[in-house]
């Protein structure tokens, strides 16, 4: 990922001049999206026949070199076809869930499971893998090797609560 060299973190006014900047940006660009596919193509337009808010610029966004995308974790959400495509995945690379952590190596490749969040109920990994493939649409492939996400540490907690004052997230 390009966070350990990241120099520059921008607002939302001032994303777009970068990541729009063509194939020779160092950009990361973190997104959601209301609908995920397994080539990690991004829905936030429509449903059905239904227009959503909230499209946000993704299109654009998804232009930065990698792309980091975020989504809650159910067959609503990890769709194996989208039936509307408001941005291709070409650039998405890692996709976190509420639940787990999904890789894809290239944009001809799919997204393969490479860890497991953190939970509080001490459920063992294969019921947390049960659950996380019974909550997602695409056949699901799983790395040899599953990293088990730690929880947040105090001082994470503080920071993350600190950058989301109104309690939006956390």
């Known amino acids: 990922a390009l966070v350990s060299s990241c120099k520059l973190i921008v607002d939302g006014m001032d994303v777009y001049s970068y990541t729009v900047g063509g194939a020779d940006n160092n950009c990361l660009s973190v997104v959601g999206g209301m609908q995920i596919d397994v080539h990690g193509n991004i829905n936030s337009t429509r ?16 232009n930065a ?16 076809k989208l039936s509307y495509v408001t941005a291709p995945g070409r ?7 509420s639940r787990a952590i999904f890789e894809r190596r290239g944009p001809e490749d799919t997204f393969v499971l490479t860890g497991l969040l953190p939970r509080r109920d ?8 049960e659950e996380v493939a019974a909550e997602c649409s695409w056949p699901l492939r799983r790395a040899e090797k599953l990293e088990r996400v730690p929880p947040p540490t105090k001082d994470e907690l503080l920071l993350l609560r ?9």
């Open 162 to 170: 600190a950058l989301d004052i109104q309690g939006v997230f956390l």
């Open 91 to 97: 650039a998405v690379r890692t996709l976190v869930t």
């Open 47 to 62: 449903i059905g026949g239904r227009f959503m808010n909230g499209v946000g610029g993704v299109n654009d966004a998804v």
């Open 122 to 129: 001490g459920a063992s990994e294969e019921h947390v893998m």
């Open 65 to 80: 070199r990698e792309v980091f995308a975020m989504a809650r974790h159910g067959r609503r959400h990890l769709v194996e």
